[in-house]
């Protein structure tokens, strides 16, 4: 999951070095929630207008997570 997270973020910004991800432990009601991270200048290439690519992002996540049988939560910040 956080290597497909990756993977769509370097896609999108120009600093693919700067893109990370962190992952946090499951929470009491079994959400897993992954941090990016991006560099200041290719924030607006992950969120989109209007909030468009985050949202497709975090459809995405949860579309893969729904595979794995785990819940998942994306924050982008």
Avoid: C, F, W
């Amino acid at each position: 999951m956080e290597e497909l997270l990756l993977t769509v973020a370097r896609g999108l910004v120009e600093g693919k070095d700067s893109v990370r991800v962190s992952v946090d432990e499951p929470n009491e009601e079994g959400i897993v929630v992954y941090h990016l991270a991006v560099a200041e200048e290719d924030m607006g290439r992950v969120i989109g207008k209007q909030g468009r690519i985050a949202k497709a992002i975090r459809v995405v996540m949860r579309a893969a997570a729904v595979r794995e049988g785990t819940k998942v939560m994306v924050e982008i910040g």
